[in-house]
């Protein structure tokens, strides 16, 4: 290594053997990290000093014990994301009361919480492709799990507090979910990668079913404990739950949540060099997938975002006259969990078979589609015969929401699948960004104005179906915007393979990079992948 070194210092004035030591020095370097000393000059410090970098990550053998600990890990953490999210929904009623505010007004609680999230989106997706992973996600629960437990503690005159506090609790969630599938990414193959993002995505529903069903229970074990006069504060305490097994995760992140290096299972090393920001963004506007991929996930935003927050207080005003047991957000959790499996199951099964017996590498957007369609019409009988024919109508429901969630673990494959590693957290920020912005943001408050208005004419059942009906057309446009992405998959697809291609081959510490061009020399001196072979063996020796 020494005289390696020195034929680099002394190889200043010859401009070919200076490069050539250089190369020699990077990639000893990267094979023989635990041997060699560091070089002086700065642009090998700067070179050595990433691979230091990645020295310090885990590169986990993809789908291997640790990547499935990993990510049994993620999916919990996803579950209580999810139930934090739904608890609101779970006690509505009883905030509306509470705060003594409108249908209308009670939207801004969900618009608060997602516009913290698309403010915080992109941020998160640029931090994610360039820093820890891992702090990313340790400091988004303990930022969420913080503001839950604070906003339970808000008093009757300041419900604009509240609403602040569940923003940031939109803000630590958005950190959470915009890395966690970049994680996933580099942890399994692209065969495995669809079960394990269809795990991952079973949180989903079981995060949301949890929540109805905690939140719920919370409100009516705390009212029945407290005294008349502070019954109306019992339901605070559903967001007092959340934030204990928030600390538990935290700390179980900080011992056993790896960071694994990006592109780790697609066998890509992480690219050095890194492009800007609107450089980013411009590559991504070019991915059709992506861009119509994206436009699909607002509908399933919009359409998810209004069922999750009214559906509760929908089926509410029926279960009882129907003599359906439980209570409605009751009933509606235990159908999110039964449609979330099933609906998970369906599209990972379904996309498999297709690329497996068919080839069909666009699966995912294609599936994606269809079930956006069948969810349009199912929806739209659910709503209306909820309440004269109870027993079909949850059938319908079930439908609905299996046709929705299918669609859940197959768009982040999509994304997975037609973006580098060096910008997945980037894009996975960007379409959350839009998806929510133009989704689940603006999808509360439009159904809450329509009931409001409609009340005026009509019974408060009627008012809120015909707020409800609007998520049927977009459905229908959702599944019409898939299909477009599954056009333009193959050609993303071929793209991205190739950019990882070049990567493979332009990994420094490949030893199958460079090849003998010894016969190409005019003298007698060796060539320097030749010396390079002859400094490793010396060293194996």
């Known amino acids: 290594m020494n005289d390696l070194q020195h034929m680099y210092d002394a190889g200043a004035q010859d401009s070919k053997q200076r490069k050539d030591a250089s190369m020699m020095l990077r990639a000893l370097k990267a094979k023989y990290a635990n041997v060699l ?5 700065p642009h090998i410090k700067q070179a050595i000093s990433k691979m230091r ?9 993809k789908n291997g014990t640790a990547a499935k600990y990993a990510l049994a890990l993620l999916t919990l953490i996803n579950f209580l994301n999810y139930m934090d999210r739904s608890t609101v929904s779970a006690v509505l009623p009883h905030i509306q009361k509470f705060y003594d505010i409108t249908a209308r007004e009670a939207g801004y609680i969900q618009t608060a919480f997602i516009m913290a999230n698309i403010i915080i989106s992109p941020i998160f997706g640029y931090l994610g492709d360039r820093i820890s992973r891992k702090l990313i996600v340790i400091n988004g629960i303990a930022i969420w799990s913080f503001f839950t437990l604070a906003g339970s503690f808000v008093g009757q005159n300041y419900f604009w507090m509240f609403v602040l506090m569940r ?3 939109g803000v630590g969630e958005a950190s959470y979910i915009i890395v966690a599938y970049s994680i996933v990414g580099d942890l399994f193959s692209r065969e495995s990668r669809p079960l394990a993002l269809g795990i991952f995505s079973l949180a989903m529903p079981f995060g949301c079913g949890g929540g109805y069903m905690v939140g719920a229970t919370a409100y009516k074990t705390a009212s029945h404990l407290m005294s008349s006069s502070n019954q109306a504060y019992a339901w605070q305490w559903a967001f007092r739950i959340t934030p204990i097994l928030g600390v538990i995760f935290i700390i179980t992140s900080i011992f056993f949540l790896p960071d694994p290096e990006r592109g780790n299972a697609d066998d890509v090393p992480e690219l050095d060099k890194r492009t800007s920001f609107l450089t980013d963004i411009a590559i991504l506007c070019q991915n059709g997938s992506v861009v119509f991929a994206t436009f699909g996930y607002i509908s399933l935003d919009f359409v998810g975002g209004s069922l999750g927050y009214w559906t509760p207080t929908y089926v509410d005003e029926n279960h009882a006259d129907a003599g359906i047991p439980f209570g409605g957000s009751v009933n509606f959790g235990i159908a999110t969990i039964i449609g979330g499996i099933g609906g998970v199951l369906i599209g990972v099964y379904i996309s498999k078979l297709l690329k497996r017996k068919f080839e069909m590498t666009y699966a995912d957007a294609l599936v994606s589609g269809v079930g956006l369609f069948v969810c349009a019409p199912s929806l739209f009988c659910a709503i209306i015969l909820i309440k004269p024919l109870p027993l079909l109508g949850w059938v319908l429901v079930l439908g609905t929401l299996i046709s929705m969630v299918l ?17 997945r957290a980037l894009v996975s920020g960007i379409s959350n960004l839009i998806a929510n912005a133009f989704g689940d943001a603006i999808s509360p408050v439009i159904v809450g104005h329509i009931n409001d208005e409609m009340e005026k004419h009509t019974t408060p059942h009627k008012a809120l179906q015909y707020g409800l009906m609007v998520n049927v057309l977009v459905a229908a446009i959702g599944g019409v915007l898939f299909v477009i992405s599954a056009l333009f998959f193959k050609r993303d697809y071929r793209i991205c393979q190739n950019r990882m291609s070049k990567g493979r081959q332009s990994d420094p510490a490949s030893e199958n990079t460079q090849k003998c061009t010894c016969e190409a020399n005019t003298d007698d001196s060796k060539c320097s992948f030749c010396i390079q072979k002859s400094s490793f063996d010396k060293i194996n020796v």
Do not use: C
């Open 37 to 41: 000393a560091l070089p002086s000059e």
């Open 53 to 61: 970098a990645k020295e310090k990550r885990d590169n986990l053998p």
């Open 167 to 169: 923003g940031m609790v």
């Open 407 to 423: 669609v859940w673990p197959l768009v982040p494959n999509i994304f997975l699948e037609t973006v580098v590693p060096t910008r």
